[in-house]
């Protein structure tokens, strides 16, 4: 086990190398940052000293050594509009972003692996038809959508939940709903399928032979044949979740790491979208690391595959 | 080669012919129907509405759905804080909708196609390469990578084909090299190599027919999520610039009048949903009718 960890961290330092090169690339090719920081008015041998003295008249590689370099000390540039340094922005936000994507998450598996389970279950019941039903359109209504009828119905309507913000639990209960639906519907799906086979096998029905209750049999010996395929599958969620986290924190407002891209990225300010888009895309591969190990700890056969 | 007598490859019927069998079951039937709709409808925009989407009409902002303007001009479903027409916008963003993400699909699928046949075909170092790109490119989230896509190229219609169609290749790369693997074995590419073929005339003629099956699955199940990456991004300002209506932009405005007018927001999303839930239909008919075994593992990535 301690050699299958090894091999994929050391896997996953060229992988990192890669990301922060496009990274820089997606910065470089952005543009100029100093036309960004001086007025239009001044003098074209101001702008080349500026230049000089930032670095971006050295040959590139050199200045994606520089990047690296600092990068690896914790230092991601400063950022053009708040004038700070992009880690302290990103550590500001950072921690309201893994709130929601774990909040989501968690809404995903206990939701749709629940509701999976049930209708795998009662398979044929009007039951299983409302969650299949639900789960189609759950993966056919675009996020971003869902959040602004959810505020229509629970903000507008009702006025149960506030739509905005982030402190309180009830804050987290709309962003997390409509993070969390596509994943929601999706594991449904699958764990109803992955139950379905599940159902039909022997040593269900050994255990069920010895007189195990039928909730331990379902609960026990089921659902943990039944969970191995999902981590390597919330592993890729987390891609989603990352991704979707863009724009339902745009939608209610929510303090997070993708409110601070798109801002960025609105402002065209490079330094900030670029340490944004690297932390983002390093903790998604991180994500899928620990799936792989946690994956491995779980299935051995793994470990001896590769 | 053995005596009996071989299959010289899985390419028999027709591919058009298997696509309007019977045996396309019935979501997948009602999916393509549904669709279809959608594309009639947005091609023929111009003649199914009666104002142009961007007609202002500052007099009649914000009504409700079922208003008519002085009993003559009826707006089905209201109008927006501009006085412009909801249906009529609606109708005509379905164009956007589907051209960006119609050809987004065929940008990336090209790609895809033919940077997974190199890999699959070549092997060795244009193997790794190519296979390293992509495991490199599943580092990013997929709307992620569009969006800084987007402040790369620039914002505008094709500029997001375009980074759409380069965030999504990956799929199609993977999904032809497998096949080519399995493929560059039998006994049909070994005669065609035996009497001569040249690598061009062995990929394109004698190996891409028989891809196109899994590649055509891939395709259909990757409009709808063009289609929601497309109005992700047009919600957020950063995909078809404001003056083009589209579903994405038509809800970020909506979004300011949530509070007064859900009318605004209501429309475009179920034309969203409506047109995803048909391209998913039909890309899942047309995999159980092309691809049986391809089953219902169905993995989307970030």
Redesign the interface.
């Known amino acids: 086990m301690a050699r299958f960890i090894g091999h994929r961290l050391l896997q996953f330092i060229p992988?990192a190398l890669?990301?922060s090169f496009?990274?820089f690339l997606?910065a470089h090719?952005?543009g100029d940052p100093v036309t960004l920081m001086v007025s239009p008015d001044t003098k074209p041998e101001d702008i080349t000293r500026m230049r000089r003295q930032l670095g971006l008249e050295d040959p590139l590689l050199a200045q994606y050594a520089r990047f690296v370099g600092k990068a690896v000390q914790g230092d991601l540039g400063t950022s053009i509009r708040h004038q700070m340094p992009a880690t302290s922005l990103i550590a500001e936000r950072l921690p309201a972003t893994i709130e929601l994507a774990a909040a989501s998450l968690a809404v995903a598996l206990v939701l749709g692996v629940a509701s999976g389970i049930a209708a795998a279950i009662r398979r044929g019941t009007p039951f299983d038809l409302l969650v299949m039903a639900a789960a189609?359109?759950g993966?056919?209504?675009?996020p971003?959508?869902l959040g602004?009828?959810l505020?229509?119905t629970f903000g507008?309507s009702l006025n149960w939940l506030p739509v905005s913000g982030r402190g309180s639990l009830a804050q987290l209960i709309l962003p997390a709903l409509t993070l969390g639906s596509f994943l929601t519907a999706?594991n449904a799906?699958?764990v109803r399928?992955e139950f379905l086979d599940i159902l039909g096998q022997d040593y269900l029905r050994t255990a069920r032979a010895k007189g195990v209750p039928e909730a331990l049999v379902i609960l026990k010996h089921g659902l943990r044949n039944g969970l191995i395929p999902l981590v390597t599958?919330v592993a890729?969620q987390?891609?989603?979740l990352?991704?979707?986290a863009?724009?339902t924190e745009?939608?209610f407002a929510w303090p997070g790491l993708g409110r601070l891209?798109?801002n960025a990225?609105?402002d065209r300010d490079y330094p900030l979208?670029q340490a944004c888009?690297l932390v983002?895309?390093l903790i998604?591969?991180l994500a899928n690391l620990i799936a792989d190990i946690a994956y491995a700890y779980i299935d051995p056969r793994v470990r001896y595959e590769r | 080669m053995s005596g009996s007598p071989q299959r010289l490859g899985p390419r028999q019927v027709p591919l058009w012919i298997r696509l309007l069998s019977p045996r396309m079951n019935l979501a997948g039937f009602a999916g393509a129907v549904l669709l279809l709709v959608v594309l009639v409808t947005g091609l023929a925009a111009p003649l199914l509405t009666r104002q142009p989407p961007n007609a202002q009409d500052l007099l009649v902002r914000l009504r409700p759905p079922g208003f008519s303007s002085a009993g003559e001009v009826p707006h089905p479903l209201g109008t927006d804080q501009l006085g412009r027409d909801i249906l009529s916008r609606i109708i005509h963003g379905a164009r956007v909708s589907l051209i960006v993400a119609m050809t987004s699909v065929v940008l990336s699928g090209a790609a895809g196609v033919l940077l997974g046949l190199l890999a699959g075909f070549y092997g060795r170092r244009m193997d790794t390469t190519v296979m390293r790109l992509a495991d490199l490119q599943l580092a990013f989230p997929f709307l992620l990578l569009a969006m800084s896509l987007v402040a790369v190229l620039g914002t505008g219609m094709w500029y997001l084909v375009l980074a759409l169609g380069i965030a999504n290749w990956v799929s199609y790369a993977r999904v032809v090299r497998g096949s080519l693997l399995s493929l560059r074995e039998r006994a049909f590419v070994e005669a065609a190599r035996a009497v001569g073929a040249s690598d061009r005339r062995l990929l394109f003629r004698h190996i891409l027919p028989n891809l196109l099956g899994p590649v055509i699955v891939v395709a259909t199940l990757s409009v709808s999520r063009m289609i929601i990456a497309e109005s992700s991004l047009s919600f957020l300002g950063l995909g078809v610039p404001p003056e083009i209506p589209s579903w994405g932009g038509m809800l970020s405005d909506g979004r300011s009048y949530i509070y007064t007018a859900w009318w605004l927001t209501a429309f475009p999303g179920l034309a969203i949903m409506l047109t995803v839930l048909g391209a998913n239909f039909f890309g899942d008919g047309i995999r159980d009718l092309l691809d049986p075994q391809f089953f219902t593992r169905r993995i989307r990535t970030g």
């Open positions: 992988l890669a990301i496009v990274v997606f090719l952005s189609t359109l993966q056919a209504m675009p971003f959508w602004l009828m505020i229509l507008v999706m799906q699958i399928s599958l890729l987390m891609g989603q990352l991704g979707g863009v724009i745009t939608i891209v798109v990225i609105y979208t888009v983002l895309a998604f591969v």
